[in-house]
């Protein structure tokens, strides 16, 4: 028997389908160790050693497939062909070392690029171990992220309260979009004029030609910059004659866009489809796992997360059959149609994304994909497609037109292009991020050297400049990959974790920098200017493709951050928040205080008109408030045309007639329908809290309807017939069935979500099984039994972590932590808390079989032999060797091991500010 690791389950299935019986097919559930959300899981005194921790989730599937292995001869890791799905393989085959279950299996690596028969026995055929290279890129980037966000958001928090946190990357992405809001805001706009003549040929057809120069000077854009200029030239263009001084047709070709890349995808969805970056992702993943067409779970699109362009020969041949049959052979270029690109990384070194089977053409799946997915699948098939037809064949005109009026000479310039040969264009042509007009798609009449022309028009039109557009999802992550700013496959996820986090948020399909967002990057920008230069994160991210090429060492690339950004967060610890809020005043001054109309001083305190106004900072966020508090209590949000604090009417309700009004309560705005008085004695007005991603400023009456009209009904289960509900509560977005509650996810409305949608994440939900929040009470980790208190488990608490057995807490000494107590020394303190009366001591339970007693005396005994161990954890940690089988010891240090073993028992619940922060993301 041979045992296959994949990540997903829905994959697990449909290879063992292909494999057969001689093969088990387990699924990983994704990531099964991470490093645990707290100080010290990576420690830079140690070269950088790292503590993983197993997920209680993955904890029983990790002991599954150890139990698989006993009677099988070989593990077959194939996890994603990426850096990621790398990592997985390598963190599964350390925990099955450390369980001791590999003996003399055979240990192989295998990738596939898409989830189709035929790929997968190729790929079975082509074993290859565990890339050592591409782990340790992965562990200097996990590292890299745990330590910024560990000790930059603590400093956040500390000295910019109502801060969330900072990323590595994050808060370069954030500063992208802060800096376009500051371009915006200082931009002053410039007039200038066009002049436009509508003009005619002997034949009677019209065109237009724009002024280009006079007198011998050419004119350029913003050239003509006042009304009384533009009057001069149009009685100058009036009392002209016109005559055509050349015409010069030049052939063009336009060659077809390469097939798509992650952040090509990314961009195109958005543009097209008006997808987040997110939400496509999500549904390429269901693509590229499979869908059931005709009883078979078949891949339908190849992996997602790629930077090659290049597509497989076998692909290329049938999508040049495929142009032929639906398009014509003139449609076939002679040659099929290569593409290249500078991968920066091996393992992103794959095909680009393309449908597996290019004769499975949209229209045969509409009927077995939903709305997005087939149109995703269609945006890639005609993107594939396009790739290989023929060039379009151009022809661009422009005609220089001579204007005499006296002794002046004006010049005109007309310009256009015909399309001779449509080529790709029949099928694809790709989306705009600005809404510009394009002058060279206009078709001109034909128009002959030397003939005269007549005036029929003449339009003289004033402009202003604009200031850059914000940017769109589409555009940032066009321009973070000029940039070389992360890797593609982490753009949809940074993008996310700004909007959730308040720091920016999407307005008719446009980014705006918010306050809170605005302020850390100036934070960053006044206190740790260079971790959000550009250059400086591009050279690390080329410095982490090194690590994946072999060229240089992981924990070197980690000294050498380490050494200046620690000392950058030292320098700030003794800096008072004052100080902070004083600096970043001066640096937001332009934002925060609009000049008056009157002239006066915009510091000047509106309401006791003698204070100063200023930065504080609050437990929700930085605000403007007055010098004089406490006497004048005068306060505002932190833009200048920011809204203020009262109620707000938007409008009647068409259906009762009530009044829909934004309330400012006790524990934020909120939406209410009438008042106490419209309704019976002891019932509540109707009411609707606000979106986290939103502000009381942009509710609206029908928005402000659709919120109160929640929770809404979805439809019933197609099983049970209960209704399906979809609302919003404390936690975001959800659909219910029953005692079942799922969050929406990013892409997921829930003013529309459909019934087969909401089945699916119900079902989702399910399979996963109960979710733990990441606060409330710590459920605790066993540690074993007490002699009389039943069993003994260690929790952190409010004020410090603690043991408890059988209703008596004992706190844990300071010498000693929840990883390090061990179960005499437990029972030794809650002992001791009994005698003193604490507590109140509960009857034994009369189970806890002999086995399960012996387990943790193990652990004792193991946590006894814990000195010896530290020696080991100080080693430095070494790459995995070439055949893949990286000693255990070496790379995850003792220290680790036993935080493992605890951990896969039942993971301690973090608090959530803490678990933030060391996810964020880079």
Known sequence: MNIVIVES?????????????????????????????????????ANFQMIWEIDPKAAGRLNDIAKALKGADKLILATDPDREGEAISWH??????????????????VVFNAITKQAVTEAMKNPRQIDGALVDAYMA???????????????????????????????VALRLVCDRELEIEKFVPREYWSLVATLTTP?????????????????????????????????????????????????????????FTTSTLQQEASRKLGFAPAHTMRIAQRLYEGIDIGGETTGLITYMRTDGVQIDSSAITQARQVIGEDYGKQYVPDAPRQYTAKAKNAQEAHEAIRPTDLSRRPSALRARLDNDQIRLYELIWIRTIASQMESAELERTTVEIAAKAGSRVLELRATGQVVKFDGFLAVYQEGRDDDGDDEDSRRLPIINQGEDLKRKDLAVTQHFTEPPPRFSEASLVKRMEELGIGRPSTYASILQVLKDRGYVKLEKKRLHAEDKGRVVVAFLENFFARYVEYDF????EENLD??????????????????????????????????VLDALDDMLGSHIYAPRDDGGDPRQCPSCGTGKLNLKAGKFGAFVGCSNYPECRYTRPLAADGGGDGDRILGKDPVSGLEVAVKAGRFGPYIQLGDAKD?????????????????????????????LSLPREVGKHPETGEPIKAGIGRFGPYVQHEKTYASLEAGDEVFDIGLNRAVTLI????LKGPSKRRFGADPGKPLGEHPSLGTVAVKGGRYGAYVTAGGVNATIPSDKTQESITLPEAIALIDERAAKGGGKPKKAAKKAPAKKVAKPDTDAAAEKKKPAKKAAAKKSVTKPKADGAAASAARAPAKAKSSTKTAAAKKPAKPAAKKSAGKANG
Do not use: C
């Open 679 to 707: 309704y019976a004695e002891g019932e509540k007005p109707k009411r609707a809290g606000i979106p986290k991603n939103s502000s009381p400023g942009d509710m609206e009456l029908e928005l402000a309807l659709k919120l």
């Open 537 to 540: 994160t591009a050279a690390l």
């Open 92 to 109: 599964v085959l350390e925990v099955l070392k450390e369980k001791r279950a590999i003996k003399d299996h055979t240990i192989e690596r």
């Open 9 to 45: 389950p829905a994959k697990a299935k449909t290879i063992n389908k292909y494999l057969g019986s001689s093969y088990e097919v387990l699924a990983s559930f994704g990531h099964v160790r991470d490093l645990p959300a707290k100080n010290g899981s990576v420690d830079p005194d």
């Open 141 to 171: 980037r996990r590292a890299l992220d745990y330590l910024v966000g560990f000790t930059l958001s603590p400093v956040l928090w500390r000295k910019l309260p109502g801060a969330r946190s900072a990323g590595r990357v994050q808060s």
């Open 546 to 579: 090194r690590i994946s090429n072999n060229e240089i060492s992981w924990q070197q690339v980690l000294r050498d951050f380490w050494t200046d950004f620690i000392g950058a967060v030292n320098d700030i610890k003794d800096l008072r928040v004052a100080q």
């Open 203 to 259: 034949r009677g057809e019209s065109f237009e030609a724009r002024l280009t120069g006079a007198d011998g000077k050419k004119i350029q854009r913003l050239d003509i910059g006042t009304g009384a200029e533009a009057e001069d030239f149009k009685k100058a263009i009036e009392a002209a004659l016109f005559n055509v001084a050349s015409v010069e047709a030049k052939p063009a070709r336009r060659n077809p866009y390469a097939p």
């Open 763 to 766: 079902a989702e939900k399910i």
